[in-house]
């Protein structure tokens, strides 16, 4: 099917006088339906606006009875998401519906029949993008995919097209709302990591089994598009180096506070001098006065830095429907307005680029330690980190807390003396730039040391 001749020349009334182009949805969960509304209430003035006119046809979901706040979309509701894709009466196909299967299979077929898709999919396009491209390209329609990252936040068009010839040096981007969350509300009220998650999931913001997000997978796949656009590097979402926010404590975010430092779960994609990538995501101490230090809630950003742009930090929602139905919006526009023009978005060239192992990263890092409070422990501490090269910069002690479970209320035989009570310290260390592999040694040989009772957290500065 030749794009031209798959947009209706129908120009009558309901039409806006413009060709219509009909659209198959596939899925109504927040996003579909939040764009499902958009389509069937607004539709006259985005034609308005934009020359486009678009004609939600068809909407297909898992189960029909479900009740959909959507006015007028009952009668466009199938179960069947193969006979949206083979509707010939459909021009372009939006995929909402997330996961792999049967979303691949549905697109790919989408794509060689020849009809543009636009997918908000992170895990499809993460894990199968060079696949979803190549065909897209070789059936010379488009495959778009701005929601797919940092929902409303309009980066991966800025990053195509704006900075389309640009040499990008680094991108850090704050894109799981879910963690900025529960990170801001750790910070702002001193909730414990489980009540700032658990308030998360009852205002919706989590789900309920949130492993995706506070593992950092989700940050994880949306890393591996963003080295694809941003770099064009054959990049999946096995590739990022990941960790998530579920060992930061309350005192991390407290000595990071006193140290002048924001914590935050980033996903960053650096291109090395040595022409390697490196893609990670992890917790981060970021420098209070960085832009991204200040951003708070639910909220994503992303910050560029490229050779001849600069600096700059595109900022917004980065989940719920609306928000991410406005960034699919703005995809079916383009890709119906291509279709109607005979025209197709620039290919997404990948190739091969060496992944820099996370062993070879080089910044300064925040280390918390709880230890034995007595004397030949810090010399102890300095001789690990210093036989492995890494230089201290700063080093700060906390108030002794108890050893859990030598003694308190607790214990089982009250009658009995109380053993004696060790004293323990906390004590943070922030390093200058060190290399990973170092780090990582020092970590080992600590935990050997009788003098060291626990490794608190490792976090990497990045920002400075
Ligand atoms: N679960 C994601 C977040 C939104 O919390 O940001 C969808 O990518």
């Known amino acids: 099917m030749s794009p031209s001749a798959s947009a209706s020349e129908d120009a009558g009334p309901g039409t806006w006088g413009r060709p219509t182009v009909r659209v198959g949805l596939l899925g109504c ?21 934009t020359g486009v006119a678009l004609e939600l046809v068809k909407v297909a979901v898992r189960s029909a009875s479900k009740e959909r706040d959507v006015p007028g979309v009952e009668r466009l509701i199938t179960t069947d998401p193969f006979g949206v894709v083979r509707d010939p009466a459909i021009d372009v196909v939006v995929e909402v519906m997330g996961g792999i299967s049967p979303a691949r299979d549905l697109v790919l077929e989408a794509l060689r029949s020849g009809k543009p898709v636009v997918s908000a999919n992170k895990e499809l396009l993460a894990n199968h993008g060079a696949e979803l491209w190549d065909a897209a390209a070789a059936a010379g329609v488009d495959l778009l995919f701005e929601a797919s990252v940092a929902g409303g936040v309009p980066l991966i068009r800025a990053l195509r097209e704006s900075l389309a010839g640009e040499r990008i040096h680094r991108v850090m981007g704050i894109v799981n709302g879910t963690t900025n969350y529960i990170l801001t509300r750790m910070a702002a009220s001193g909730a414990t990591y489980q009540e700032a998650l658990a308030e998360a999931q009852s205002l919706g913001f989590a789900e309920r089994d949130p492993t995706a997000d506070v593992e950092g997978y989700d940050a994880a796949a949306k890393a591996a598009i963003l080295a694809n656009v941003a770099f064009g590097a054959k990049v999946v979402a096995g590739d990022v180096y990941r960790e998530g926010i579920s060992h930061v404590s309350g005192q991390d975010i407290e000595a990071a506070r006193r140290l002048g430092f924001v914590i935050k779960l980033l996903a960053v994609v650096e291109a090395g001098e040595d022409g390697a990538l490196g893609v990670r995501v992890h917790p981060a101490m970021v420098p209070e006065a960085h832009p991204l230090a200040s951003v708070s809630d639910s909220y994503n950003a992303v910050f560029i830095e490229g050779e001849t742009v600069g600096q700059l930090m595109l900022l917004g929602r980065g989940a719920g429907g609306p928000p991410t139905a406005s960034a699919v919006l703005g ?20 190739r091969e680029v060496p992944i820099r192992p996370i062993d070879d990263l080089r910044c300064a890092y925040y280390l918390s330690l709880f230890v034995a409070d007595r004397s030949g422990v810090l010399s102890a501490i300095s001789g690990v980190l210093g036989r492995h090269n890494v230089s201290v910069r700063s080093m700060e002690q906390d108030a002794p807390e108890p050893e859990p479970g030598v003694a308190g209320p607790s214990r089982p ?27 990582q040694a020092c970590l080992h040989e600590l935990r050997q040391l009788d003098s060291v009772r626990r490794i608190g957290s490792l976090v990497r500065v990045v920002g400075h």
């Open 331 to 350: 995809d079916l526009v383009d890709a119906a307005h291509n279709l109607t023009v005979k025209g197709v978005a620039r290919k997404l060239e990948l």
């Open 413 to 439: 035989d009250p009658g009995r003396p109380e053993p004696a009570r060790e004293a323990q310290a906390h004590l943070v260390f922030v390093t200058h730039p060190a290399f990973e592999r170092d780090m």
């Open 29 to 49: 969960g927040n996003v579909g339906s939040a764009l499902a509304r958009l389509l069937l209430t607004d539709a006259g003035r985005i034609a308005e606006r």
